[in-house]
């Protein structure tokens, strides 16, 4: 991510790649706040960061079973973050 693109993110979505980064050997991450594709629904807020994609490849994800990995990103995350949070999809890979 370039420096342009990282100042553009919202606070939420730049701590979700901090925490990520900090917990995991990461390979490959993006994190889209997707919260203006969801106005109207439940749990939108204006200016966003509700619902969020991640997509993260990881070495140490690789063997865990997909159950696992998700929890493994949660427990990354910490139930602070995650509980700011209304929607986030997760695409997990090693």
Known sequence: MTF??????G???AEIRSRLEQNF??????VVDDSERH?????????????FNVMIRAPELGAMSRVARHRAVHAALGSDLVGRIHALALDIDG
């Open 25 to 30: 050997a990461v390979t490959q991450l993006e």
């Open 11 to 13: 606070g939420v979505a």
């Open 4 to 9: 342009l693109e990282e100042s553009r993110q």
């Open 39 to 51: 106005r109207g629904h439940a749990g939108f807020r204006e200016g966003g960061e509700s619902h």
